[in-house]
């Protein structure tokens, strides 16, 4: 099993903010790297696209536990199965903590090409979401 973990961001809004943009997978358009993807598709509870040239990924809403935790899975697309799990805690005042843990079903040669490349997709994502939030 193949675990990877972005790393923590605080976010300016409040967690409900966060949860409700999220739970709307529309939104993960403008989260992703726009050079890196062709081929977006989405509506409320699931989106494809395809990783520059190669795979195909499909992500699927499975269920969400308000303001706290947003449960994705791998939808029929996906090169291999996986979940991903997206964490939110408040942080004060109209601010609150997010932290995305990764697991997915890989063999290791698989593993040794997509880790890393993964690890940085989900740093990129959290830092998105910062800019993102920042600016509604």
């Not at 529309?26 to 989260?31: G, P, R, S, V």
């Not at 992703?32 to 699931?46: C, G, H, V």
């Not at 449960?71 to 805690?89: Q, W």
């Amino acid at each position: 099993m193949t675990k990877i973990e972005s790393k923590k961001v605080t976010v300016d809004c409040s967690a409900a903010e966060v949860f409700a943009y999220l739970t709307d997978l529309n939104n993960f358009l403008d989260l992703l790297p726009q050079n890196k993807i062709s081929n977006w598709e989405s509506d409320t509870e699931q989106c494809s696209f395809r990783i520059q040239g190669t795979i195909t990924v499909c992500i699927k809403l499975k269920t969400a536990e308000e303001h706290s935790v947003i449960h994705l899975v791998s939808g029929d697309k996906s090169p291999f199965p996986f979940t991903l799990d997206i964490n939110i805690s408040d942080a004060g005042a109209d601010a609150c903590n997010v932290g995305q843990k990764f697991q997915a079903d890989i063999n290791p040669f698989l593993k040794m090409m997509v880790e890393k490349p993964l690890t940085n997709l989900f740093n990129y994502i959290a830092d998105k979401l910062v800019e993102v939030k920042s600016k509604s």
